[in-house]
């Protein structure tokens, strides 16, 4: 019997991506963690053992909660952060149904190594347009909520990333970067094992805006006009991505809601 303080995979999914999603707490035990390492996108490991040390950071906030199939350890730790002043939510059938629906499921082994925070860690070349933009909004909104971008000269990314323990992207040479005529964004959703129609259909707008090739579909001239422009009226690469990740999530609804609408002035009826 359901939860009723649950949530369904199908409902979750219309969050997760969202600058506004839940976080999503993976309590599945080590052993049901190691016959499926996969994560729902975003997901945070927790241990249920250490949950009286960690339950109380997520007081005033909306929480889901998802063990293997959503019974006894999804239940208890909810109701814990319940009591520390969460909205708990268990996901219904667990992370079993999630995969069994078809949903995205991440690929663990693919994030790099987290800091003594929790976070992963990332650098690139400074004044971030479109991949160097579009890249961080999938981190953050797909793989780590928390993570950290360092924007430095084109000549220092791979000192800093040797130096700070970060890991380099969209630079020549490294592992999440273009391959052939795709950019660093199709890299980062191969590897990262990401896949949905809506995800899908950005990459194509990424790499026609990336790549100069407009031809790809009708939005890559918008797309790029749009990260030109923010990229002229901001002049602090963090205040620019924070604009570009707004941008993204427009384009990512779009994506996936939007395609099919038209809009024109006067429509029918004269409205």
């Not at 995205?104 to 693919?110: D, F, S, T, Y």
């Not at 999440?176 to 129609?197: A, K, V, W």
Request: hydrophobic residues 45%; glycine residues 8%.
């Amino acid at each position: 019997m359901a939860s009723p303080v649950s949530i369904t995979p199908q409902q979750l999914a219309r969050r997760v991506g969202l600058p506004d999603a839940p976080p999503i707490l993976d309590v599945r035990t080590e052993e049901d963690a190691a016959a499926d390492p996969r994560l729902i996108p975003a997901a945070l490991r927790r241990d249920h053992r250490d949950m009286a040390g960690w339950a109380s950071g997520f007081a005033g906030r909306q929480v889901v909660v998802a063990c293997r199939r959503g019974l006894k350890l999804s239940e208890g730790v909810a109701a814990w952060l319940r009591h520390e002043g969460a909205a708990a939510e268990v996901l219904e059938g667990g992370t079993e149904a999630w995969a069994a629906a078809g949903l995205p499921m991440l690929r663990a082994a693919a994030i790099p190594p987290r800091d003594a925070r929790g976070r992963t860690v990332w650098v690139t070349r400074a004044r971030p347009k479109v991949d160097r933009s579009a890249c961080p909004w999938l981190i953050r909104r797909f793989v780590d909520p928390d993570a950290v971008f360092l924007f430095v000269a084109a000549a220092e990314v791979a000192a800093v990333a040797e130096r700070f323990a970060a890991t380099p992207f969209d630079i020549e040479g490294v592992r999440f970067s273009h391959r052939g005529p795709r950019c660093s964004f199709d890299t980062m959703l191969e590897e990262f094992g990401l896949s949905t129609p809506a995800l899908e259909r950005l990459a194509l707008l990424v790499r026609g805006a990336d790549t100069a090739r407009p031809e790809l579909a009708p939005e890559c001239a918008g797309l790029l006009a749009a990260s030109l422009g923010l990229s002229r009226l901001h002049r602090g690469d963090l205040r620019q991505l924070e604009a570009g990740l707004a941008l993204y999530d427009a384009f990512h609804l779009w994506c996936r809601d939007a395609m099919g609408e038209a809009h024109d002035w006067p429509g029918p009826g004269g409205r």
